[in-house]
């Protein structure tokens, strides 16, 4: 009995300091995903609350603001820009009269130049008609070139002289257009008639600006070979009219 009594009792066995965290930690994780659960239950009704807030304030953003702030002089900036590129960007609209009125200054421009046709006798180696772009001035091959040659003839120099004095008193812009007929050309300066009909249209401006002394910038020239005829070259003589020179005064000094 006295044994017993003085046998001392055994401690008892604890849990090692390793566990107690591990498990405050997984406790941890419990409440925070528990947590997140708890968040992700949606409420319909606070949902659409929201969603109606942010819908009026964006509605409010493009809406100019009773309150000056800085976003809406933004806005405002953003607004003038555009029609500042509107403005410029949109293109002229011409109204009746105004298409009327450019009848009109074609009418007085084909009636001036028959006029200076007619006092200076070249009805019989100029024709002036009007088209949509101006009026259109006819020069046939013979008065101008050789056949199949782009330099112009001594004749032409006193010719081309009375027409550039008619461009000199005209300030409107000028096409030059050469034509030629079907027949094909092959030599080592044209090999084609698109090479004959363009030189030809170049000598005859080359003499304007070199000679006449008009302004350069004036001009433009264009070949067009056989592709335009006035009329089916179908004989020697309609294949004549088609060797032709054409310079289109345009409607407009503008254009």
Known sequence: MNLNRNRKKRPKKQAPLWMVTYSDMVTLILVFFILLFSMSQIDAEKLKTVTESYQQRVIFDY?????????STDVQDDEEESEDVTEIDEPEQLTEEDFEERLDELDRLLQQIEEYIRNEGLSEVISATRTDEGVVLVLQENVLFESGEADLIGDALPLLNKVATLLDNIPNYVKVEGHTDPRPIRTSRFPSNWELSGARASSVVR?????EELDETRFQIAGHADTKPIVPNDSNANMKKNRRVELIILESEDE
Do not use: G, I, L
Request: no cysteine; hydrophobic share 30%.
């Open 63 to 71: 809406y100019p603001s009773p309150v000056e702030f800085e976003q």
């Open 207 to 211: 003499y304007f600006v070199d000679e």
